[in-house]
């Protein structure tokens, strides 16, 4: 080997060394290895000092660049992708390095590393494979890889459909051939431990020889390890041309593209292999459909309808192909496949015209694969009964195709029913979740403002003498209330300092915040006209907003006079307030409705324990909602068919009901409800009076969401 060939081998060697060792000439640095049970190994880069801080330092200048770059292939957020010539191995790759000054941002810089690491460990058919890890002549970190010549899946998505029907039935085909060569990369990723967190059909190429190839591993992550994508990153859009944003990769509180997220991805929850098994799903969806699958017209919708599981209809698709797609993308990831591999395996049975797991088989479904398989025989079949028949052949084939099609017809039926069921329990999951959010931080507020000192001229005025005799008169549910300024009850017995409020004065903006939030998010702040104007209306979702303490003292909004409180009320009595305390119920919950002598109606109360850091309760919040107006709102599903709907707790008490003959709060559904009965899952059964009664498990709340159907 001559001279220069040796210098330069010995050059590039020192170069890879120097970036994954991280011994960088200009500051110290530690190097940590991470390993996850997959052997995918990481080098984490951190800094030791500097003047601003964590900062990556440009490497000095490469004397003998190995790449003649020969012009740009794509441009994003941190980074730019060359066509490159390899002098050494003449050959033609894909040259990626930060953008000029992106290197000196500690997480961009880890970021782009740690895709170049996990792509290059990631050795599979159809993961892109990584040659080396460079710098370019300005000291910039790349790295080299294939160039992939042909189209991503989202120009294949573009084009127009082919003009007949045999073109279209090969083009799907190959679609679909395309996409379990992206489940077997991901298979294979998950199974070394790695998610890619930014499944979309732009991030998939498509070789002019059908070679498939999983692109941008820019946000994946280990299992396990530190999830440094997200630390030191502002919330940024980030994509190849002028895209909408809801299409762009983001960087900060939610990673990844809003219209391929799963829920929980998008509501900014721990994500893992089943997150990227939902964004498959919504891949195929969009094959199936040639629409994005997540409804929305920009970013904001397109997160909101994300992070409810919402997903435009699919139809005129086999009930089969439908099922595998609703299981890959299930609202809640148990329920979801066991991994991507059996997502695939289902897909491939039904593309065999074989039984798939996400639908339970039948006679009639067997019969028709069969036939399918069989054409010939089935043929002699029917020819072999017209000769020695024809009219009881006719007769016969006749009443075949009729049960057939009634069948067919009901299947469509409660596939519609059931689709319409996920839907609506996806919506109530979403609205409660909602309120608990709201919950938690009117606690973490109270648990802070226990420990205030008396709030004096801080206070807001009115709280710093217990509720008045006398309120103005507002009707209010038939009370008189503040509808401006929450009311303060002092502890049983409380005299003098003890009894005013504290530093729970200063809640009363939030609690007002908190009920104009529940009743629309999209007005929590309002003026104090538009505030009373909300509390008057006798629509209203939420009845009471209160926090109480463990003294027995309480602050509870809209505001109450002193008669308002029934004789010798105390809230640590109260069973929302009793059912919060042992330690190992549930911090958060809804209890069982009961009949409020305040307001004269159904209430349910959803409550939060006030811990503090060393697991003292402090007290206790609870929201208050109008089962009537929850009931109105959001029971029934937007089907004329829908003719009754019901929340039922896990010991099988009704929380909430709606419509025709639906049994009311607080009763036993399993009598009241009348037959049939349900049990603790999911499940769909038909009713003895005609119908269909469909239930769903609610996971995040405990709940069974229970709707009966119209013929």
């Not at 001279?3 to 970036?19: F, G, S, W």
């Not at 002092?490 to 915040?513: E, F, N, T």
Request: proline share 7%.
């Amino acid at each position: 080997m001559s001279a220069d060939k040796i210098e330069q081998t010995r050059v590039i060697e020192q170069t890879r060394l120097q970036v994954e060792a991280t011994r960088l000439r200009e500051e110290p640095v530690e190097a940590t290895r991470v390993l996850n049970a997959g052997n995918v190994e990481l080098t984490l880069l951190r800094t030791l000092n500097g003047p601003a801080g964590e900062k990556l330092t440009e490497l000095p200048p490469l004397p003998n660049p190995r790449y003649e770059l020969l012009g740009p292939v794509g441009q994003g957020g941190m980074a730019s992708v060359e066509a490159a010539r390899d002098a050494a191995l003449r050959r033609t790759v894909a040259f990626k390095r930060l953008h000029e000054g992106v290197q000196a941002l500690p997480g961009l810089a880890q970021r782009f590393l740690t895709e170049a690491q996990l792509t290059a460990q990631l050795d599979h058919p159809n993961v892109v494979p990584v040659y080396a890890l460079e710098r370019d002549a300005h000291g910039r970190i790349a790295y080299a890889m294939k160039l992939v010549r042909g189209r991503t899946l989202a120009e294949l998505l573009d084009e127009p459909l082919p003009a007949t029907h045999t073109a279209r039935r090969e083009a799907r085909a190959a679609l679909i051939e395309h996409f379990l060569k992206v489940c077997d990369a991901l298979t294979y990723a998950h199974a070394r431990g790695v998610i890619h967190r930014d499944l979309k059909p732009a991030n998939i190429m498509v070789g002019a020889f059908n070679e498939v190839y999983v692109m941008d591993w820019g946000i994946a992550r280990i299992i396990g390890a530190p999830d440094l994508c997200a630390a030191d990153l502002p919330v940024t859009d980030a994509g190849l041309g002028p895209d909408p944003a809801s299409e762009r990769t983001r960087a900060g509180d939610r990673l990844g593209t809003p219209a391929w997220m799963a829920p929980e991805q998008a509501r900014g929850e721990a994500v893992d292999a089943k997150s990227d098994q939902y964004a498959l799903g919504l891949i195929l969806q969009q094959m199936l459909s040639r629409q994005r699958a997540i409804p929305g017209h920009d970013l904001d919708s397109v997160l909101a309808a994300a992070a409810r599981g919402e997903r435009r209809a699919l139809t005129g698709e086999p009930a089969a192909l439908v099922a595998i797609l609703n299981r890959a993308c299930a609202l809640q990831p148990a329920r979801r496949y066991a991994d991507v591999a059996a997502f695939a395996a289902d897909l491939r049975a039904w593309r065999a015209d074989e039984a798939v797991s996400a639908l339970p088989d039948t006679g009639r479904r067997r019969l028709l694969r069969w036939i399918g398989r069989h054409r010939a025989a089935t043929a002699i079949t029917l020819l072999a009964s017209l000769a020695l028949g024809a009219g009881f052949g006719a007769w016969m084939l006749y009443r075949h195709a009729e049960a057939l099609e009634a069948a067919g017809e009901r299947e469509r039926l409660v596939s519609d029913r059931l689709d319409a069921t996920a839907l609506q329990a996806a919506r109530i999951e979403s609205q409660f979740l909602q309120y608990r959010g709201l919950l938690t931080g009117i606690a973490n507020a109270a648990l802070l403002a226990f420990d205030l000192p008396d709030a004096g001229a801080q206070a807001e005025p009115g709280l710093d003498v217990p509720a008045p005799a006398v309120l103005p008169a507002s009707q209010y549910h038939g009370l008189a209330i503040d509808a401006w300024h929450p009311a303060w009850r002092p502890a049983p017995g409380a005299a003098g300092a003890d009894a005013g409020p504290g530093g729970l004065a200063r809640l009363a903006p939030l609690l007002r915040h908190a009920y104009a939030l529940a009743d629309d998010p999209a007005r929590p702040w309002r003026d104090p006209a538009a505030q009373r104007l909300l509390v008057a209306d006798d629509d209203t979702v939420l009845i009471w907003v209160l926090v109480a303490r463990t003294d027995g003292a309480e602050l509870r909004y809209p505001g109450l006079p002193q008669s308002g409180w029934p004789a010798g009320y105390d809230p640590r009595r109260e069973a929302w307030y009793q059912d919060r305390l042992p330690a190992d119920a549930p911090e958060t919950d809804c209890d069982e409705p009961y009949l409020s002598p305040l307001v004269g109606e159904w209430l349910l109360p959803c409550a939060q324990r006030i811990s503090a850091l060393d697991g003292r309760v402090r007290g206790v919040a609870m929201l208050a909602f109008s089962l009537d107006e929850l009931a109105r709102r959001s029971l029934l599903p937007e089907v004329a068919q829908a003719q009754a709907a019901w929340l039922v707790a896990d010991d099988g008490h009704v929380l909430a009901s709606a419509g025709v003959s639906a049994a009311g709060p607080g009763s036993d559904f399993a009598g009241a409800a009348g037959a049939p009965a349900i049990d603790a899952g999911h499940g769909v059964r038909d009713r003895p009076q005609g119908g269909l009664r469909i239930w769903t498990r609610i996971e995040s709340l405990g709940w069974r969401y229970v709707v009966d159907y119209a013929r």
